[in-house]
């Protein structure tokens, strides 16, 4: 297994993932965009405002129930596919489709959905969100490498 070409997902702060198809409305870009790491994210996700990018390794993923969770690259290279070694380095994407096995996203968001698999070294983007008195990462897209996994409908 080439541990350097995958991403996990894991998680200690449930995200949401919320996917943005380009249309006439809000065209994405992903240039510029900030890439944070999942640690920092984790650590204080009140500090962070507008479009942001987190990348890392998928380590579980749940095609019926659309969720992922991830760790960062250098976190997979020092733990493989465990949970993490740092538990502020995992994250939980959640991607709804037609059924929300665990509710709707703050913004009530559906996605279309290509889960990634295992081991995939994935891009995530979006935006962090207050519900309650926690925060979600309402995603605009997941890519791997060039190609859109998931984004929002």
Same mark, same amino acid.
């Given at each position: 297994?080439?541990?350097?070409? =995958?991403?996990?997902?894991?998680?200690?702060? !449930? !995200?949401? &993932?919320?996917?943005?198809?380009?249309?006439?409305?809000? =065209?994405?870009?992903? +240039?510029?965009?900030?890439? !944070?790491?999942?640690? +920092?994210?984790?650590? +204080?996700?009140?500090?962070?405002?507008?479009?942001?990018?987190?990348?890392?390794?998928?380590?579980?993923? +749940?095609?019926?129930?659309?969720?992922?969770?991830?760790?960062?690259?250098?976190?997979?290279?020092? $733990?493989?596919?465990?949970? =993490? $070694?740092?538990?502020?380095?995992?994250?939980?994407?959640?991607?709804?489709? @037609?059924?929300?096995?665990?509710?709707?996203?703050?913004?009530?968001?559906?996605?279309?959905?290509?889960?990634? =698999? &295992?081991?995939?070294?994935?891009? &995530?983007?979006? @935006?962090?969100?207050?519900?309650?008195?926690?925060?979600?990462?309402?995603?605009?897209?997941?890519?791997?490498?060039? &190609?859109?996994?998931?984004?929002?409908?």
């Amino acid at each position: 297994m080439n541990k350097s070409l =995958s991403f996990a997902m894991a998680s200690t702060l !449930i !995200i949401v &993932v919320g996917i943005i198809g380009f249309n006439a409305v809000y =065209s994405f870009k992903n +240039d510029n965009i900030p890439l !944070i790491k999942i640690q +920092d994210l984790n650590a +204080d996700p009140g500090a962070y405002t507008g479009i942001v990018s987190i990348r890392g390794v998928v380590i579980y993923a +749940d095609e019926q129930q659309y969720i992922f969770r991830m760790i960062s690259e250098e976190e997979y290279l020092t $733990c493989g596919l465990q949970a =993490s $070694c740092n538990p502020l380095g995992t994250i939980a994407i959640y991607t709804p489709g @037609e059924i929300k096995h665990f509710g709707n996203t703050p913004s009530d968001f559906t996605y279309n959905v290509k889960m990634p =698999s &295992v081991t995939d070294l994935v891009t &995530v983007y979006g @935006e962090i969100k207050k519900n309650g008195d926690q925060y979600a990462f309402e995603v605009e897209k997941v890519t791997k490498g060039s &190609v859109d996994l998931i984004t929002r409908i």
